[in-house]
């Protein structure tokens, strides 16, 4: 299994907002493992999977210059389960953007179900960690989502 | 947008309740946001996206919270006391602080209690008027 918990984005408007959809399977081990009997995507994963949406976003923004890391949950509110044979889209918008970190809204969907409101901050580590050096590659960035993103520029929607 | 003092109190309350998920009677003007209420450095940022938000003005947040500047800088940390220069540029960068006690033992742990409510309400006052 690989962390990655979008698998394509659908709408992609740089700087303002991206919507990115995930088939949640039975075959993904993580749905077996929060209850038993009861296959479902927990709610940390979606969070995770607006992290990496907004991530994106936010990292495309900068040209994907910033090392961008999730540093904050502000908000997240959970009205439905999720569970195998779901679609979920995961619509991220920017909030505020500066030099050393970033604020999007956004939601999860599930047909015209809202399933999830999560509100997240990500910040820029170069920026902000005075005198620490990281490595030169970006780690955030790796090959598989330049995969996703690689997709959405063939087929045309991102703007 | 001219505002009451108590009407910016408000405002910057209902923030810190949302950035720091505080209770409403802990927010006082003298609270301090680090010991007080458990601002970390990601929470600075958080408050000046939503006080920008909130009155509708574009903050530098080395101008609410200027402390990393002045922290780099050699000539005004030392032995871990901030050095007379250090402090009047802390002075001038942060006019709507008050730096009565911090000024009679300047140690560098101390900084944080500098930032309280208080001083992000004076900050939001004089931009706004």
Sequence with gaps: ????????????????????????????????????????????LMVEAMAQTAG??????????????????????????????????????IESIANEAASTTGKITCGEKLIAEISLMFSHIDQNIAGKKFPEENFVMTDLFEIVLRDLAMSGRAK | ?????????????????????????????????????????????????RL???????????????????????????????????????KEKMPHTDFASFEKDPDINKLGDLFTVDSIVNYVETKLN
């Design chain 1, 1 to 44: 299994m690989r962390w990655i918990w979008i698998d394509k984005f659908i709408e992609f408007e740089s700087g303002k907002r991206a919507v990115a959809l995930k088939n949640v399977t039975m075959a993904e081990d993580h749905v077996h493992d929060h209850f038993p009997h009861f296959p479902m995507m927990p709610e940390a």
């Design chain 1, 56 to 93: 994106i976003l936010v990292g495309q923004a900068n040209g994907f210059k910033e090392k961008v890391i999730l540093a904050k949950i502000r908000n997240a509110i959970f009205n439905h389960y999720v569970v195998p044979g779901d679609t979920i889209l995961i619509e991220a918008e």
């Design chain 2, 1 to 49: 947008m001219a505002m009451s003092r108590d009407e910016i109190f408000q405002e910057v309350k209902e923030v810190l309740i949302d950035a720091l998920g505080v209770d409403d009677d802990e927010v006082t003007s003298d609270a301090t946001l680090m010991g007080d209420l458990g601002a970390e450095s990601i929470d600075f940022l958080d408050i000046v996206f």
């Design chain 2, 52 to 90: 920008e938000k909130a009155f509708e003005v574009k903050i530098a947040r080395e101008e609410l919270f200027p402390i990393e500047n002045i922290m780099s800088n050699q000539d005004f940390v030392k032995d871990g006391k901030l050095t007379k220069a250090g402090l009047a540029e802390m």
